[in-house]
C-alpha cells in the first residue's frame, strides 16, 4: 500500500518559517515528479510547487520567491521550505505523485495526481 505521510507542519507568527517534510513508502519516488498542494476551508485546491526527477522545480505565483521544493533520493522525502509566512499561506498542505503512467507533472504545479498524503496543518497568525 502507498504511504505518503507529511509531517512539519505547525502554527507560526507571519513572517515565520517551516519546513514541510513527505516521506514516501511503497512508492516509487525516485520515478515520478512530486508536488505540493494546499487547501483551506471554502477555497480551491491550489498546487503550489511540483518538483521533476531532474530537478525541475515549478512554482505558484503566490509562493514564488518564498517557498523552495526539494527532494532527497536517498530518503524518499520531498520537502517545501516556507518563509516569511502569511495568513493567507494557511492551509492543509499535502504531497502528491502524478497519475500514472505519466511519470512526470504535466501542466505544471496544478498537475492531476492519483496518490496523496493525508496531510499537515499550516497555521499562521498575522
Known amino acids: 500500500q502507498v504511504q505518503l505521510v507529511e509531517s512539519g507542519g505547525g502554527s507560526v507568527q507571519a513572517g515565520g518559517s517551516l519546513k514541510l517534510s513527505c516521506e514516501a513508502s511503497r512508492y516509487p519516488f525516485n520515478t515520478y515528479c512530486m508536488g505540493w498542494f494546499r487547501q483551506s476551508p471554502g477555497q480551491e485546491r491550489e498546487g503550489v510547487a511540483s518538483?521533476?526527477?531532474?530537478?525541475?522545480?515549478a512554482y505558484a505565483e503566490s509562493v514564488k520567491g518564498r517557498f523552495t521544493i526539494s527532494r532527497d533520493s536517498a530518503k524518499k522525502t520531498l520537502y517545501l521550505q516556507m518563509n516569511d509566512l502569511k495568513p493567507e499561506d494557511t492551509a492543509m498542505y499535502f504531497c502528491?505523485?502524478?497519475?500514472?503512467?505519466?511519470?512526470?507533472?504535466?501542466?505544471?504545479?496544478?498537475?492531476?495526481?492519483?496518490?496523496r498524503g493525508q496531510g499537515t496543518q499550516v497555521t499562521v497568525a498575522s
Open positions: 502528491a505523485g502524478p497519475v500514472p503512467p505519466s511519470t512526470y507533472c504535466p501542466g505544471g504545479v496544478s498537475f492531476p495526481f492519483r496518490d
Open positions: 518538483i521533476e526527477t531532474d530537478g525541475t522545480t
